[in-house]
């Protein structure tokens, strides 16, 4: 059994392994933060805040799982573990402790910037090396930029 057999030449495997690698990351890394806003959200517009969090956390988690498995079909092991997230992650640190919605709202969409420009660099990364890991991750990208503007749609300025 070869799992590091890759339908890609070398160089065009670790390009989009190290692209892959690092939406894991940020994906994984998303799920969590909006789960901690899930949970500690308090305020006028908590039900709709709560429930659009979980919407966010539902297509970080589907399309983590996506981006792993493309990395081991490409014959790159996925690295998803909480030491990884911590150094690697591109996201803002989310505040510990209860948060307004207000503030909530601004900290999701500040780490749907920062989550998405690095997308889209991935997205120019993968242009030549593999298609099907750059359509994968146009999708990503496509959903994020989904649930950015509703966030900040949700504020009045
Ligand atoms: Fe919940």
Do not use: C
Request: glycine residues 8%; hydrophobic residues 45%.
């Amino acid at each position: 059994m070869d799992l590091t057999h890759s339908p890609l030449a070398d160089g065009d495997r670790d390009t989009a392994g190290g692209a892959l690698q690092g939406a894991l990351v940020d994906l994984v890394d998303l799920s969590l933060v909006a789960k901690q806003a899930h949970w500690n959200l308090y305020g006028p517009r908590f039900r709709s805040v709560h429930l659009h969090l979980d919407e966010v956390v539902a297509t970080a988690r589907d399309f983590a799982d996506q981006v792993a498995e493309r990395a081991a079909a490409i014959g790159v092991s996925p690295d998803g573990r909480a030491a990884t997230l911590a150094r690697t992650s591109g996201l803002p640190e989310f505040p510990a402790g209860w948060i307004a919605d207000d503030e909530v709202v601004g900290h999701l969409v500040e780490a749907f910037g920062a989550v998405i420009g690095r997308m889209r660099e991935r997205i120019e990364q993968t242009d030549s090396a593999d298609a099907v890991t750059q359509d994968l991750l146009i999708a990503v990208t496509a959903a994020l930029e989904k649930h950015s503007w509703m966030f900040r749609a949700e504020n009045r300025n």
